[in-house]
């Protein structure tokens, strides 16, 4: 119950120093631990997936193994634990630098101006890969919307979701396979296959926390059944298993239409729409997504410290029921 309480109040502060502090402008952790994969990748690649596998190993074995170590390091000092639990939440969500640069953005493009909107297209890559010559007004609006909907999952609440099941060591693990996916797991010429394993492995990461990032968003948004009904109805659509139930459901809570024709890198994707019964986004629905993602991180935090606290009070509770039995 102690490890519990001490994972609830260190993520808490995690999160709240991220709300306050945001992500530092130099020495950022996950751009030291990029530049260490980046170092690997640069001994190890070549174009086979056995070689891609051995990369993701490494990098992600190394990430839970630091976790593990400061997390026995301080295991018999509760204030120790709760700081270093903080300092991981800290240092593996994004949510205040997510929230900045989408406003940002959002700012740019209210002024109307062909100056605004260029302004918007130079941050527009801060957020998310897509080609910003390609966008107008409205598709930018889209863009930043898609972006914020689908970093929730990512940048907030998967950590979460396994800092709960495996504490510091599931923060750190998990931020290093979102890394790792982000670096290699794009479908390039160097790293179809390479970055084959990075990919997998982060859609099997991220299943939980898109699954519990929609749920939430359902919860907290405008228009619950709206969201429900979108992400029952499109999710499937998505070529991304877990970017689909996210946008949808945050399409159907907001009451946008998201998805459709879109370009990466020169290569033009036609996405399915979804909820395609809601209106177009416009610069305003900026700002209301950040706000649900907001919302949707503090309840992710109560959801993740409820869930294990409840799954350690079942499994004190199990062994005494088999023993009264066996007395019986």
């Known amino acids: 119950m102690r490890a519990d309480r001490e994972f609830a109040y260190g993520a808490a502060a995690g999160l709240l120093g991220d709300l306050l502090l945001g992500d530092p402008r130099?020495?950022?952790?996950v751009a030291v631990f990029g530049r260490a994969a980046a170092a690997v990748e640069r001994v190890l690649w070549q174009d086979d997936r056995g070689r891609g596998a051995l990369h993701t190993a490494v990098c992600v074995?190394?990430?839970?193994?630091?976790?593990?170590?400061?997390?026995?390091l301080v295991r018999s000092s509760p204030a120790a634990s709760v700081a270093l639990?903080?300092?991981a939440t800290w240092a593996v969500v994004g949510g205040t630098s997510?929230?900045?640069?989408?406003?940002?953005v959002g700012r740019a493009l209210e002024s109307g101006t062909a100056e605004g909107i260029e302004a918007a297209r130079a941050r527009l890559p801060?957020?998310?890969?897509?080609?910003?010559?390609?966008?107008?007004?409205?598709?930018?609006?889209?863009?930043?919307?898609?972006?914020?909907?689908?970093?929730?999952?990512d940048a907030v609440v998967g950590a979460l979701v396994w800092g709960a099941v495996a504490g510091v060591p599931g923060l750190l693990g998990f931020r290093a396979v979102?890394?790792?996916?982000?670096?290699?797991?794009?479908?390039?010429?160097?790293?179809?296959?390479?970055?084959?394993?990075?990919?997998?492995?982060?859609d099997v990461a991220g299943w939980p926390g898109a699954r519990l990032t929609a749920v939430l968003a359902a919860a907290a948004g405008p228009d619950p059944r709206g969201a429900v009904l979108a992400w029952r109805a499109d999710a499937a659509k998505h070529p991304s298993p877990n970017a689909g139930p996210v946008e949808a459901s945050f399409a159907g809570?907001?009451?946008?239409?998201?998805?459709?024709?879109?370009?990466?890198?020169?290569?033009?994707?036609?996405?399915?729409?979804?909820?395609?019964?809601?209106?177009?986004?416009?610069?305003?629905?900026?700002?209301?997504?950040?706000?649900?993602?907001?919302r949707v991180g503090w309840l992710a935090l109560g959801a993740g410290a409820a869930a294990r606290i409840g799954v350690r009070a079942v499994a004190r509770a199990v062994p005494r029921v088999r023993g009264k039995g066996r007395t019986a």
């Not at 997510?98 to 940002?104: H, I, M, S, V, Y």
Request: net charge positive.
């Open 126 to 153: 801060h957020l998310c890969g897509r080609d910003p010559q390609a966008l107008d007004a409205d598709g930018i609006a889209r863009a930043v919307v898609e972006s914020v909907a689908e970093n929730t999952s």
């Open 253 to 294: 809570a907001l009451g946008v239409r998201l998805g459709g024709t879109l370009s990466y890198a020169g290569r033009v994707e036609h996405r399915p729409v979804l909820n395609g019964g809601g209106r177009a986004v416009t610069v305003a629905d900026i700002d209301r997504a950040v706000r649900l993602s907001r």
């Open 85 to 87: 639990t903080g300092a």
């Open 26 to 29: 130099r020495g950022h952790p």
């Open 98 to 104: 997510l929230a900045r640069e989408a406003r940002a």
């Open 61 to 72: 074995g190394g990430a839970v193994a630091l976790g593990s170590l400061a997390a026995r």
């Open 178 to 202: 979102n890394t790792l996916d982000a670096m290699v797991g794009h479908k390039s010429p160097r790293h179809l296959r390479y970055g084959w394993a990075s990919a997998r492995l982060d």
